[in-house]
């Protein structure tokens, strides 16, 4: 698979891409060029049906420093009203690609993860983090509320009150402490983070694809819609998966006591 410009590339091992924020000097901190070559890799992975799982992380010390400031000063001197017009531009696609991609996300957390970075990671489904690595909701320290979906996202990894107090006192939370809290579902050491992931990755890729892209939809629907449209849902994604190649397969395996195979079809 082809890299999108040098800041954000996308490799390509089996059927897992890999999505890399690449501005290891700036912390991997998001310009538009940037924010928007992200999107771009993310919906090409998304729409590529030989990609069955995807990695997304940084290069360098930093997962994610969140938004380019330096760039965000000039468009506030240039145009205050309309300066964060990149939250309805660039953000919220770039959050939505993630929650409702058809495949599973591993966000590899190597290092600092800030304001948007922080999003980023949060709409993974998976968050496997580097010891050492720093979670910042910075928001606050900057004037500015959350954005890339963290006042949704936030709340449902770490719970309500937690997710209120981190976001106003802008608390810096460790790998262990993230790990703790739920923010993070593991931490493993820097050194080996990239093929922890990689394996994880693998994993998943040979895994039930359908039935996972059916479980992020019910998860992602849930977390705002009443008990009896979930169980509607529940319904209507189950009788779609009934009908799959890969029920009836794994159906037969069981019964016929050997290990499954999965072609996402």
């Known amino acids: 698979m082809s890299s999108v410009p040098d800041q954000v590339h996308v490799d390509r091992l089996a059927d897992v891409a890999t999505v890399t924020l690449d501005r290891p000097e700036s912390a991997n901190s998001l310009t538009s060029s940037v924010k928007e070559a992200l999107l771009g890799a993310l919906e090409a992975v998304a729409n590529d049906r030989t990609v069955r799982a995807v990695v997304l992380t940084g290069s360098g010390r930093a997962f ?51 304001g948007a970075g922080l999003g980023i990671a949060l709409a993974c489904d998976l968050r496997v983090a580097a010891e050492g690595a720093r979670f910042v909701p910075a928001f606050g320290a900057i004037g500015l509320t959350a954005d890339s979906g963290v006042s949704a996202t936030l709340p449902r990894a770490v719970g309500w009150s937690r997710a209120m107090g981190l976001l106003l006192l802008g608390t810096v939370i460790g790998a262990e402490e993230a790990e703790r809290i739920g923010l993070v579902h593991e931490v493993v050491p820097a050194d080996g983070l990239g093929a922890h992931v990689a394996a994880l990755a693998a994993r998943l890729a040979a895994g039930p694809t359908l039935a996972y892209a059916a479980l992020k939809e019910a998860l992602w629907y849930s977390a705002s819609a009443a008990m009896a449209d979930v169980l509607g849902l529940e319904a209507e994604l189950q009788a779609r998966l009934a009908v799959t190649a890969d029920h009836r397969a794994a159906v037969s395996a069981f019964l016929e006591k050997r290990p499954p195979e999965f072609t996402g079809s």
């Open 64 to 114: 994610c420093a969140g938004q380019d400031l330096a760039e965000h000063a000039e468009a506030l001197a240039g145009d205050p009203a309309h300066s964060l017009s990149t939250v309805s531009k660039h953000y919220n696609p770039i959050i939505t690609s993630i929650s409702t991609m058809p495949k599973p996300v591993i966000g590899a957390i190597n290092g600092t993860c800030a």
